[in-house]
């Protein structure tokens, strides 16, 4: 007789702390799947670090055969579930597609890119929401900086040197902060003595009073609108010493291959409109025709889907109630996501009789923030920090989060605080290999047809 078969649907934080505790609970029991775009398991919280080149990509992505290993891993993008014969369809990275059996489904397929209906920003902006946009936006911004040293265009060198990013939640105030200290280190690598532009120099190189610009915008009245007033004030202050120009109440009117119309009118001329306005669940939530709530699929406190006794859901994809917050659902949290995983494992276990089903309870124990250099915003265990103390929390955090890999970020911490960053770009992810809209951000488009 075949073992039993727990799948699990997506290695992000979620799916690869159940299948680790599954793993160690069942020891051979029951055989565990764990089916993925990509063979590792990305640390979402540092991939703003990997855009402005503190960290190299492989630092932040652990490897699931490396630290699985009694996990079978396949690879692919699951694009069908058949409840009815318990059975999954997905297409591999090749191109093939395949079939899989389940007894037990675990769904932890997380989120993509939010978009809002507005003229140009499909086709101008671009996500933070997986690996191959941040390579792509570590080289854009690269190669902005490059472009704008080496132009004959005063107005074309303030184009590039401005960068706008549009939702000042988390991500955006991450993405902004390295950011500037990023176009910083390669504004001085590009500028030379007297090396002016637009007024036919001849040693070239950024005009000295030229700084790169950061816009940081969100409709909401602060930034990090969803965290602790406490920490938005500490990141206002960073922000601002670094010279990014924080616009809160302010949004995009429209898009265009030039720049942003700004909603008070306002047009800034950019190359660079970098969309971090929030996430919606994985589209594949929405193609199974189960119940839904703002796109989440719908579960009860075990993290059961109702109806589908074989099937649990977790992490962003799942709207689970928030037992701690009345009539709530927990928020989109690598936090909430990494408990639940353990949790949807205790659960899956006890349903072939390994101890009792328990509950999701969670109370938040605050929030940490990154904002580069010796910055940083935290409220662990809701005691509010600021300064270098708030930085090396942060980054102590996430060393003690990540499954594995410490020892190489650490290494890339060091050599970031005694060496300059690199102003190198491979070019090796294209803009049209990133669009904002899709159902995949984990990877990047191939052209059509291959
Ligand atoms: C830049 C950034 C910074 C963040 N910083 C923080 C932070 O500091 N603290 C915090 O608490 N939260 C943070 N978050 C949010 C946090 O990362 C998410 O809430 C968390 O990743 C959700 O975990 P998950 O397991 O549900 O999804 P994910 O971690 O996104 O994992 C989903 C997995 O499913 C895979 N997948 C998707 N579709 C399919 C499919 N059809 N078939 C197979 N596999 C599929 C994906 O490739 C991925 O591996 C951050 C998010 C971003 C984008």
Redesign the pocket.
């Known amino acids: 007789m075949s073992r039993s078969r727990i799948v699990i649907?997506?290695?992000?934080?979620?799916?690869?702390q159940a299948a680790r505790t599954l793993s160690r609970r069942f020891r051979g029991a029951a055989e565990i799947v764990l089916?993925?775009?990509?063979d590792y398991?990305?640390y979402?919280?540092l991939?703003?670090e990997v855009a402005a080149g503190v960290l190299e990509p492989r630092r932040v992505s652990v490897s699931l055969a490396g630290t699985l290993p009694r996990v079978r891993l396949v690879l692919?993008?699951?694009?069908e579930v058949d409840l009815e014969r318990r059975q999954l369809r997905?297409r591999d990275p090749e191109g093939r597609d395949g079939e899989l059996r389940y007894d037990r489904l675990l769904l932890?397929?997380?989120?993509v890119n939010k978009l809002l209906p507005i003229p140009g920003v499909a086709e101008h902006a671009h996500g933070?929401?997986?690996m191959p946009e941040a390579l792509y936006l570590r080289d854009h911004v690269t190669r902005q900086i490059a472009m704008a040293a080496t132009t004959d265009d005063p107005a074309e060198s303030a184009a590039r040197c401005t960068f706008v990013v549009v939702g000042a939640g988390?991500?955006g105030t991450?993405?902004a902060a390295h950011g500037a200290l990023f176009t910083d280190a390669l504004a001085k690598q590009h500028s030379r003595p007297g090396g002016t532009l637009g007024d036919g120099a001849k040693d070239g190189g950024l005009r000295g009073d030229r700084r790169p610009k950061w816009m940081l915008l969100d409709i909401a009245p602060r930034v990090l609108p969803e965290l602790d007033q406490r920490l938005s004030k500490t990141a206002h202050r960073v922000l601002a010493r670094r010279g990014v120009d924080v616009r809160t109440e302010t949004s995009v009117k429209e898009a265009t291959a030039d720049g942003v119309l700004l909603d008070d009118g306002e047009f800034v001329r950019t190359h660079s409109l970098i969309w971090?306005v929030g996430?919606r669940p994985?589209p594949?939530v929405e193609q199974m025709g189960l119940p839904t709530e703002r796109g989440r699929l719908v579960v009860d406190e075990y993290l059961r889907v109702p109806g589908q006794p074989d099937v649990l859901a977790?992490?962003?994809?799942?709207a689970v109630p928030d037992l701690t917050r009345e009539g709530e659902f927990t928020p989109?949290?690598?936090?909430?996501?990494?408990r639940q995983?353990k949790v949807a494992a205790h659960n899956l276990a006890a349903s072939y009789g390994y101890g009792a089903a328990r509950p999701y309870k969670h109370h938040d124990l605050g929030?940490?923030?990154?904002l580069g250099g010796l910055q940083g915003a935290a409220n662990p265990l809701h005691v509010p920090l600021s300064g270098p103390f708030a930085n090396a929390v942060t980054r102590g955090y996430?060393l003690a989060a990540m499954p594995g890999n410490r020892v190489r970020v650490l290494a890339d911490w060091m050599l970031d605080a005694v060496l300059p960053r690199q102003a190198v770009q491979l070019g090796l992810v294209r803009s049209w290999s990133v669009p904002l809209e899709s159902?995949?951000p984990?990877?990047a488009r191939l052209p059509e047809g291959a």
Request: charged share 10%; hydrophobic share 40%.
């Open positions: 649907v997506g290695a992000g934080f979620a799916g690869y089916v993925n775009p990509h398991f990305l979402l919280p991939l703003p692919g993008e699951v694009s997905y932890t397929v997380g989120s933070f929401r997986g988390y991500t991450e993405v971090c996430v994985d594949l977790c992490g962003d994809a799942a989109m949290t690598a936090q909430h996501a990494v995983g929030f940490t923030v990154d996430h159902s995949s984990e990877v």
